[in-house]
T-cell receptor, first 114, second 114 residues
Framework: GENVEQHPSTLSVQEGDSAVIKCTYS??????FPWYKQELGKRPQLIID?????GEKKDQRIAVTLNKTAKHFSLHITETQPEDSAVYFC?????????????FGSGTRLSIRP | NAGVTQTPKFQVLKTGQSMTLQCAQDMNHNSMYWYRQDPGMGLRLIYYSASEGTTDKGEVPNGYNVSRLNKREFSLRLESAAPSQTSVYFC?????????????FGDGTRLSIL
């Protein structure tokens, strides 16, 4: 089955700097790659996603890149702000199941230093 | 529009007790999911339901049962609770369709087994 590895597990950056989180996946049939943000004690919330027919997607300060050949994808956050502090999860969905079964990475705790 | 609603929000059980966690969504989604979240391990899929009337095992189904009561509701039952089932449980829903779809999460149930 699918396996998703996420690095680093913790990341601390200066406010205003960029943050990059990387994930690799094992199933070459995976075709959907969402990123979720989870603030302390809250539900995970989708912040951006990308499908396998696209190499890059941007939404304001957030971007995701996908390299299907190498089976890895990354989240880039520019001009980081205190409210970006949270745990971020990458995920991958395999194949074409109508249930959209998603496998999550283990998470990255991002801290923004003032 | 409430989205995904989970009850209860908190629960403490003794080993061997049984309990049902409730989940309901009002977004007319076909697919629903149950995850558990343990510290440092991300979200692991317990069971999912692609559509009303169907359920399938996820990564960690042992010790749990589910019921898709109707299109809106998907419950998770612990028949004989064990301390290893202490966790935060999240329910999620998504539209059906080929490939992956964004999942919408509830606020979670914090369950402690003594």
């Amino acid at each position: 089955g699918e396996n998703v590895e996420q690095h680093p597990s913790t990341l601390s950056v200066q406010e205003g700097d960029s943050a990059v989180i990387k994930c690799t996946y094992s199933d070459s049939a995976s075709n959907y790659f969402p990123w979720y943000k989870q603030e302390l004690g809250k539900r995970p919330q989708l912040i951006i996603d990308i499908r396998s027919n696209v190499g890059e997607k941007k939404d304001q300060r957030i971007a995701v890149t996908l390299n299907k050949t190498a089976k890895h994808f990354s989240l880039h956050i520019t001009e980081t702000q205190p409210e970006d502090s949270a745990v971020y999860f990458c995920a991958a969905a395999s194949g074409y199941s109508s249930a959209s079964k998603i496998i999550f990475g283990s998470g990255t705790r991002l801290s923004i230093r003032p | 529009n409430a989205g995904v609603t989970q009850t209860p929000k908190f629960q403490v059980l003794k080993t061997g007790q049984s309990m049902t966690l409730q989940c309901a969504q009002d977004m007319n989604h076909n697919s629903m999911y149950w995850y558990r979240q343990d510290p440092g391990m991300g979200l692991r899929l317990i069971y999912y339901s692609a559509s009303e009337g169907t359920t399938d095992k996820g990564e960690v189904p042992n010790g749990y049962n589910v019921s898709r009561l109707n299109k809106r509701e998907f419950s998770l039952r612990l028949e004989s609770a064990a301390p290893s089932q202490t966790s935060v449980y999240f329910c999620a829903s998504s539209v059906a369709g080929t490939g992956g779809q964004p999942q919408h999460f509830g606020d979670g149930t914090r369950l402690s087994i003594l």
